[in-house]
């Protein structure tokens, strides 16, 4: 099995609905996104997806987040902008995009240099 890994970023505003305590005011991230996905075969040069790719479509995924108020984009006018939320939709947007025997290990999004959330599928 092969697994690769791309990082990225965005920047953006949210708040969290229901919260007691400072993020339920309206506060920024420089958000870091990390992609791990897998593979048990390489193509015919070799390699399992192009990193360049991996990324553009990450990028093209995360794309309408970037310089916006989370809670302003759907599905986070339903379910909080939270860091869990955020790499769960990601990952499953990915999974609808990525070329056939790619597959997504996880997602992690961090919302600071020590704080992130990663989801993943048993």
Known sequence: MFELTIETDFASAHQLRGYK???ENM??????VQVTVTSDKLN????AIDFGDLRKI???IIAPLDH???N???PFTEINPSSENI?????ESLKKRLPE???VASVTVWESETASATYYED
Do not use: A, E, M, R
């Open 87 to 91: 790499s769960k939709w990601i990952y």
């Open 58 to 60: 990450t990028n093209d």
């Open 27 to 32: 506060h920024g991230h420089n958000w870091k």
């Open 68 to 70: 916006t108020c989370l």
């Open 21 to 23: 305590g400072k993020c």
């Open 72 to 74: 302003t984009i759907f």
């Open 44 to 47: 015919n040069i070799d390699i």
């Open 101 to 103: 025997g790619i597959n």
